[in-house]
């Protein structure tokens, strides 16, 4: 059963109504599946597209019980903590990698 859907939004570059279109149809594939909890986005190390990402998920924070930006996904931040004992533990190459180019969005 997985567990995360990933979306690549950052490579190649999209326009921002691009983005936030994949970004709302993604969320959307997540909170109507049975087994997604997690979106993971790739959004790339800075730019429009991670600003752009960043302010999306915090703009629909209320849809979501947690966001977790990757530099802080680690076994030792709170929320990351609960997300997987809640979610369940999942393999993840970003898991402890301060990857500045993803971000993590623990859904409703």
Request: aromatic share 8%.
């Amino acid at each position: 059963m997985e567990i995360v859907l990933t979306l690549d939004v950052g490579h190649p570059p999209r326009k921002p109504d691009q983005v936030e279109h994949q970004l709302e149809e993604a969320i959307s594939k997540v909170r109507g599946s049975s087994s997604f909890r997690v979106l993971k986005i790739i959004h790339g190390q800075s730019g429009k597209t991670k600003q752009i990402v960043r302010n999306w998920a915090y703009n629909k924070r209320r849809r979501l019980r947690g966001i977790i930006y990757g530099e802080n996904y680690s076994i030792f931040d709170k929320q990351t903590q609960e997300m997987r004992v809640e979610v369940g533990q999942f393999p993840d190459s970003d898991l402890e990698a301060s990857n500045g180019g993803i971000i993590i969005l623990w859904v409703k």
